[in-house]
């Protein structure tokens, strides 16, 4: 299974940017998707955008246009790149890997904090 270490959140204001980066362990990254989730406070864990093992890309509704997700196989590592952001992207993020997009697996990491202001 693959481990995910998450950083690069932050504090930032509305319409500002942020780029979190996912260290996945594993000796067979490419074989799998990966995904970013995010949890708010008082709410669920929602799923945020996710890349595909063919490089195929999917996002929620709320961040298209807004989030781009890249990954870098040499460095087994996954981005999201969050541009304009708004008060209610504020939450706690989080990745993990999957043998398919949808298809997530049972680890998580600590998760890194975006708090976008007003």
């Known amino acids: 299974q693959v481990q995910p270490v998450e950083s690069g959140g932050g504090l930032v204001q509305a319409g500002g940017s942020l780029r979190l980066s996912c260290a996945a362990s594993?000796?067979?990254?490419?074989?799998?998707?990966m995904g970013w989730f995010r949890q708010a406070p008082g709410k669920e864990r929602e799923f945020v955008a996710a890349?595909?093992?063919?490089?195929?890309?999917y996002y929620t509704d709320s961040v298209k246009g807004r989030f781009t997700i890249s990954r870098d196989y040499a460095k087994n590592t996954v981005y999201l790149q969050m541009n304009s952001l708004k008060p209610e992207d504020t939450a706690v993020y989080y990745c993990?890997?999957?043998?398919?997009?949808?298809?997530?697996?049972?680890?998580w990491g600590q998760g890194t904090q975006v708090t976008v202001s007003s």
């Open positions: 594993g000796r067979s990254f490419s074989n799998y998707a």
């Open positions: 993990n890997a999957g043998s398919r997009v949808g298809v997530w697996g049972d680890y």
């Open positions: 890349i595909s093992r063919s490089g195929g890309t």
